[in-house]
């Protein structure tokens, strides 16, 4: 299927080729890693936008209390993406590692093994915050209204949890093997088709919060349904041929390979669930300075999400690339690769953080529709702060996408909880009880992201991810005994 031309991919594409021409990059890997990181980017945008139209729609129907009730129900809800993405590091880890090598027959046993990981540990979470999602709620606020607002939100998102987690093994698998596009497709056109149900139930049933998370659920469903009937037909209406086709009747429960998703997976979860359980604590203090700069901080975290979607790119595109020279068995060109993909990246989030930082106002005040609202310039401010976070956000991630890649993913778990739970809530917590003020929630911000850039970078730069690669490639006997 010929594909058009994207302005979107040609913009990435100009950036990578501008460093090519002062030397940074070769650009040979920049059109490779454009190939591979824009339709990332794109569903990022689109997934990223869904989540703040849903706070939007939420925040214009309802008001400030339902807006910070989402908010306490978001860290429950991201707990489905920290258990799926981190075992689908292990998908991508092994997929793109045998398609690099061609040991084509054992892409499907890896596939498969990674839906058997991922529904075993999902559908016991989405019991839990469906029975009782009023206690899960009331860790964090006290206010009756909000915990009804984040309590009915819970409940029906529960049933989303696992199709959550099983769109992310879905996604890696074919960037895994060289194709950004058919997810691009997939799951950037369940986020439009959620935003278009939120708006029918919201809006037009006046269904509120509950309308905001069925319209999650049923987006969910969709591109779980999409993305295994194009395993299982080898094509999709839309992007037609695939690169790859499984027969998804085969063996789930292959030990060995179970054991090597896990254990790849493992600290990507614990990494993934950093931030996902430090919301709790963090939202907590930020709960300390009032409704008003909660709402302002659920607004910026919507926007940072969105500003955040190149890293999605960039760190999928160097698990790809540098686990298929892995597999080849091509170590240096795996290196050029990580090398490259990080100031690629950085340079992208500093020309998208410029863009945001001019437009802060505006895109503010689009969630509550007033410009007076209280909130706005907490907001604002939050975005600013969001905007300098952004560049240490930028090696953070690519350099953890090329260690997640060989199979080393504990020293970015460890860089992310030193992040978070040694600087960024540390700071916030003192903001919240002495002079410092609101200050400490801004430094919290960019400590959250410079503490882990710092670590990932050096990690990769010693090189052992090499060696620990080895384990995990196909011809291994290591991973399979």
Not at 27 to 42: F, H, M, N, S, Y
Not at 201 to 222: D, I, S, Y
Not at 229 to 235: E, F, I, P, W
Not at 280 to 292: E, K, N, Q, R, S
């Given at each position: 299927?010929?594909?058009?031309?994207?302005?979107?991919?040609?913009?990435?594409?100009?950036?990578?080729?501008?460093?090519?021409?002062?030397?940074?990059?070769?650009?040979?890997?920049?059109?490779?890693?454009?190939?591979?990181?824009?339709?990332?980017?794109?569903?990022?945008?689109?997934?990223?936008?869904?989540?703040?139209?849903?706070?939007?729609?939420?925040?214009?129907?309802?008001?400030?209390?339902?807006?910070?009730?989402?908010?306490?129900?978001?860290?429950?809800?991201?707990?489905?993406?920290?258990?799926?993405?981190?075992?689908?590091?292990?998908?991508?880890?092994?997929?793109?590692?045998?398609?690099?090598?061609?040991?084509?027959?054992?892409?499907?046993?890896?596939?498969?093994?990674?839906?058997?990981?991922?529904?075993?540990?999902?559908?016991?979470?989405?019991?839990?915050?469906?029975?009782?999602?009023e206690p899960l709620i009331r860790v964090m606020s006290d206010d009756p209204a909000t915990v009804a607002y984040g309590a009915d939100y819970l409940r029906i998102l529960a049933f989303g949890v696992p199709f959550a987690g099983l769109n992310l093994?879905?996604?890696?698998?074919?960037?895994?093997?060289?194709?950004?596009?058919?997810?691009?497709?997939?799951?950037?056109?369940?986020?439009?088709?959620?935003?278009?149900?939120?708006?029918?139930?919201?809006?037009?049933?006046?269904?509120?919060?509950?309308?905001?998370?069925?319209?999650?659920?049923?987006?969910?469903?969709?591109?779980?349904?999409?993305?295994?009937?194009?395993?299982?037909?080898?094509?999709?209406?839309?992007?037609?041929?695939?690169?790859?086709?499984?027969?998804?009747?085969?063996?789930?429960?292959?030990?060995?390979?179970?054991?090597?998703?896990?254990?790849?997976?493992?600290?990507?979860?614990?990494?993934?669930?950093?931030?996902?359980?430090?919301?709790?604590?963090?939202?907590?203090?930020?709960?300390?300075?009032?409704?008003?700069?909660?709402?302002?901080?659920?607004?910026?975290?919507?926007?940072?999400?969105?500003?955040?979607?190149?890293?999605?790119?960039?760190?999928?595109?160097?698990?790809?690339?540098?686990?298929?020279?892995?597999?080849?068995?091509?170590?240096?060109?795996?290196?050029?690769?990580?090398?490259?993909?990080?100031?690629?990246?950085?340079?992208?989030?500093?020309?998208?953080?410029?863009?945001?930082?001019?437009?802060?106002?505006?895109?503010?005040?689009?969630?509550?529709?007033?410009?007076?609202?209280?909130?706005?310039?907490?907001?604002?401010?939050?975005?600013?702060?969001?905007?300098?976070?952004s560049l240490p956000q930028a090696v953070k991630g690519a350099t953890a996408g090329a260690l997640d890649a060989s199979g080393d993913t504990r020293w970015p778990f460890y860089s992310q909880a030193i992040g978070m739970f040694g600087c960024a809530?540390?700071?916030?917590?003192?903001?919240?009880?002495?002079?410092?003020?609101?200050?400490?929630?801004?430094?919290?911000?960019?400590?959250?992201?410079?503490?882990?850039?710092?670590?990932?970078?050096?990690?990769?730069?010693?090189?052992?991810?090499?060696?620990?690669?080895?384990?995990?490639?196909?011809?291994?006997?290591?991973?399979?005994?």
């Amino acid at each position: 299927m010929q594909r058009l031309p994207n302005p979107f991919r040609a913009l990435v594409l100009y950036i990578g080729l501008a460093l090519a021409r002062v030397g940074l990059v070769s650009g040979e890997r920049v059109r490779r890693t454009t190939d591979l990181a824009w339709p990332r980017i794109v569903t990022g945008i689109a997934r990223m936008s869904k989540n703040a139209v849903d706070v939007a729609m939420v925040g214009l129907a309802l008001g400030p209390v339902a807006i910070a009730g989402v908010g306490f129900a978001t860290p429950y809800w991201g707990l489905a993406f920290s258990l799926g993405g981190g075992f689908a590091a292990g998908t991508i880890a092994l997929v793109s590692q045998r398609y690099g090598a061609e040991a084509y027959d054992d892409l499907g046993l890896a596939i498969r093994a990674s839906v058997a990981v991922v529904l075993a540990v999902t559908v016991p979470v989405a019991a839990v915050f469906y029975a009782v999602p009023e206690p899960l709620i009331r860790v964090m606020s006290d206010d009756p209204a909000t915990v009804a607002y984040g309590a009915d939100y819970l409940r029906i998102l529960a049933f989303g949890v696992p199709f959550a987690g099983l769109n992310l093994v879905g996604s890696r698998v074919y960037i895994g093997v060289d194709d950004a596009w058919t997810p691009m497709l997939v799951r950037a056109g369940g986020a439009l088709s959620n935003i278009a149900i939120n708006a029918a139930l919201v809006f037009g049933l006046g269904m509120g919060v509950v309308g905001a998370a069925m319209g999650t659920v049923l987006a969910n469903v969709l591109v779980t349904a999409a993305f295994a009937g194009g395993l299982v037909a080898g094509r999709l209406p839309l992007a037609g041929d695939l690169p790859i086709q499984v027969d998804l009747r085969g063996r789930y429960l292959d030990r060995p390979t179970l054991r090597d998703i896990v254990r790849i997976g493992l600290p990507v979860v614990g990494r993934n669930s950093v931030w996902t359980v430090a919301k709790f604590p963090m939202l907590a203090v930020v709960a300390l300075f009032g409704p008003t700069v909660v709402a302002g901080y659920v607004i910026a975290r919507r926007v940072w999400g969105i500003m955040n979607t190149p890293g999605w790119g960039f760190g999928l595109a160097a698990s790809s690339l540098v686990g298929q020279e892995l597999g080849a068995g091509d170590e240096r060109t795996a290196e050029a690769y990580g090398r490259d993909i990080v100031r690629f990246s950085t340079a992208t989030y500093a020309v998208a953080a410029a863009i945001v930082a001019l437009l802060a106002h505006p895109i503010v005040v689009s969630f509550v529709g007033d410009a007076g609202d209280p909130s706005v310039p907490y907001a604002v401010a939050f975005v600013y702060a969001a905007c300098v976070a952004s560049l240490p956000q930028a090696v953070k991630g690519a350099t953890a996408g090329a260690l997640d890649a060989s199979g080393d993913t504990r020293w970015p778990f460890y860089s992310q909880a030193i992040g978070m739970f040694g600087c960024a809530i540390p700071l916030a917590y003192l903001g919240a009880t002495t002079s410092l003020g609101i200050v400490g929630l801004y430094l919290s911000f960019v400590a959250e992201t410079a503490a882990p850039a710092a670590i990932n970078y050096r990690r990769f730069a010693t090189g052992k991810w090499k060696s620990i690669s080895r384990d995990f490639r196909p011809e291994s006997p290591v991973a399979d005994d």
